[in-house]
Structures are given as C-alpha cells and as structure tokens.
C-alpha cells in the first residue's frame, strides 16, 4: 500500500434513516458523489413504505429498504428487525435525515455515539415537533440549525455544531422553514464530513 493510499482517512459506511420528503438525506448523497463527504451511503431506511425519500435514494443509486413499527409487537421488536438491516448492510453510522421516530435502546446500544440528527433549531431551545412555529411563537429574532449526537430524549444528545438562521420581520412558517431546510441541506453533510475526519484523525 502506498504512503498517499494509507494517509487518506477511513470512507465510514452510513445508513441514513428518513420518515418523509428525505431532502436532507439527498443532500448528504448528493456530498457523497460529489466529494465532500469522505463517506459512503450504504442504505437509507424509512420507517413509511412510500415516504419520497426513498424514491430519491433509488434515484441516485442508493439501497433502499422500508417497514413499519406497526408491522410488529412493539417498539422492540421493530428496532431489532432495524438493527439487523444495519447489520446486513455494515453501516458503521446512523445518520437520521427526517426520521420522525425517538431511537430506543436497542440502537442506541449497537451504535454508542455514531447515532447523529439535525434539528431546525438552536437545541436546547425549541426540541420536538414543529421548532419553526415554536420559534415564531416565542417571538424570537434568532433561530438556526443544531447537528447532535442522539440520546435517549428528546433533542436532547450532546451538541457538535450549530448554525445561526435569523428569524426576518416578515417571515410566517413556510419561508422560515424553507430558509431553515436550504441552510441545513448543506450545513449538515458539511458537519458530518468535518466530524468524520476529526474522527480519522483520532483513529
């Protein structure tokens, strides 16, 4: 192996999980053919069988595989069916894109610290559904875009970065979340890809 061939940092296999629309899971494929993201996608999992984020993996080459919690006894049940999907692709990550589900413990104990999310807000403020109306509601000038290590809450894993998104005096739900979803499509493959080397640089 040559000296250039073994310096260059490990290609980590992700597995991106999406429940809906799945643009920010396109925005990380999209990194990762287009370099950015010294990564590969291996699968990206929904937990709807007609969620379009699936359609978009299959458009740019990517597996797919899709069921649902209520197909199973419990929450368990389903996580070990999901587990065993990461498994069978060798996904060294999860990365959730969209996926509107809190991960229990049988994943969380399979992947300690290489669970990540994206959340339209600046965590610890405005966690759960619907951060956008959280934050017009509140009155604030000021929200943004938080990537994170997922725990067992709500939101509430440790942060790895966030970025400032300023709330406009005309602003009203759809274009806070549009501006919101424009900014985070980059910011977060953009995070991962620093992380990832970080991580190489520590291996």
């Known amino acids: 192996m040559s000296e250039s061939h073994a310096s260059q940092p490990q290609r980590l296999k992700l597995a991106l999980l999406a429940s809906g629309q799945g643009t920010n899971a396109e925005g990380i494929m999209r990194a990762v053919e287009a370099g950015r993201l010294n990564a590969e996608v291996v699968l990206l999992f929904s937990d709807h069988r007609d969620a379009p984020a ?5 458009s740019l080459g990517v597996a797919t595989q899709a069921f649902e919690p209520r197909e199973f006894d419990g929450k368990a049940a389903y996580e070990a069916a999901l587990l065993e999907v990461l498994r069978d692709a060798q996904a060294d990550v ?3 894109a969209g996926y509107m589900r809190l991960v229990g413990p049988t994943l969380l104990e399979a992947y300690p610290a290489r669970i990540i999310n994206t959340h339209p807000s600046l965590l610890p403020k ?15 000038s000021v929200t943004g875009i938080t990537v994170h290590y997922v725990d067992a809450g709500m939101d509430t894993g440790p942060i790895i970065a966030q970025r400032h998104v300023p709330v406009l005096p005309d602003d009203d739900h759809d274009s806070l979340l549009a501006r919101l979803k424009r900014i985070e499509n980059r910011f977060y493959p953009d995070t991962l890809a620093s992380l990832f080397d970080q991580w190489s640089f520590m291996n």
Do not use: K, N
């Not at 966690?127 to 009155?139: I, N, S």
């Open 126 to 140: 405005y966690p759960g559904l619907d951060a956008v109306g959280q934050a017009l509601a509140d009155g604030t």
């Open 54 to 58: 699936l359609a978009r993996a299959e």
């Open 94 to 96: 999860i990365v959730l």
